[in-house]
């Protein structure tokens, strides 16, 4: 017994020690890199919370409500959960709207909000609806970049962050799919308002720099994703 009890405790240090040493390794809070450039836009991806990144515009996304999908598992915990953050930070104002129905959270709906000072740090938020999560695919992922370019392009700002807040809800999703989609989604949309630009049918003032939060966890699939999404659009 008094073997079987050592070789217990051996195993559960081992696993302390393993856990400790992949916290370890995971980027701290605020890492980011300008991973590549294309179209005139620097693209970043940052270890930070969608509510505490300075930004003239915050994008968040959400699957239609369901009861304490941001609160109870298998949503993320409490500490790693960015759209939890967010509704704290507007002190519940995404679950009321989303509990109340003024805001259904169906695939590519959205919502502006402006949050009151000393709330978010970002000056406008935009809720996107990613609809129903038992049927979520990540190719849904290239249109939420797409709106998102575009809300940006109308709104005129300079730069804007997006958190696709997909495995805050509980939802395993391809990490690297979906930074993928939303990259190619954002660029091919703002390759469109500058053709209809050159045609003299559209005017905006250019988006200069892209922001893709990520969780720690993910840091590193999401910089290589988007690497590789941007390959196709740098001439």
Do not use: W
């Not at 620097?42 to 919370?49: I, N, Q």
């Not at 409490?78 to 509704?87: I, R």
Request: aromatic residues 8%; contains cysteine.
């Amino acid at each position: 017994m008094k073997t079987v009890k050592t070789s217990l405790t051996g195993l559960l240090l081992l696993f302390v020690f393993a856990v400790k040493a992949q916290v370890k390794d995971l980027p701290a809070i605020g890492t980011s890199a300008i991973v590549g450039k294309a179209e005139g836009i620097a693209v970043e991806v940052k270890v930070t919370a969608p509510s505490a990144q300075e930004t003239p515009l915050q994008i968040a996304c959400v699957f239609e409500y369901t009861e304490g999908d941001i609160t109870n598992p298998p949503a993320l915990p409490a500490a790693l959960n960015g759209m939890l953050h967010v509704d704290e930070a507007l002190h519940g104002m995404i679950s009321y709207l989303r509990k109340s129905g003024k805001f259904s959270g169906h695939a590519f709906e959205t919502l502006l909000i402006t949050p009151p000072a000393g709330t978010l740090k970002a000056k406008q938020l935009l809720l996107i609806g990613l609809g129903d999560r038992n049927t979520f695919n990540a190719q849904v992922m290239y249109t939420i970049g797409a709106i998102g370019m575009r809300e940006a392009l109308k709104l005129g700002v300079p730069s804007y962050s997006h958190a696709s807040n997909i495995k805050d809800a509980g939802i395993d999703s391809p990490t690297a799919e979906v930074a993928e989609n939303v990259v190619k989604g954002a660029l091919d949309a703002y390759n469109t308002q500058v053709y209809l630009k050159e045609k003299k049918m559209s005017v905006f003032k250019p988006v200069t720099k892209f922001t893709l939060l990520s969780g720690p966890a993910f840091y590193g699939a999401s910089s290589e994703a988007v690497k590789h999404a941007l390959v196709p659009y740098q001439h």
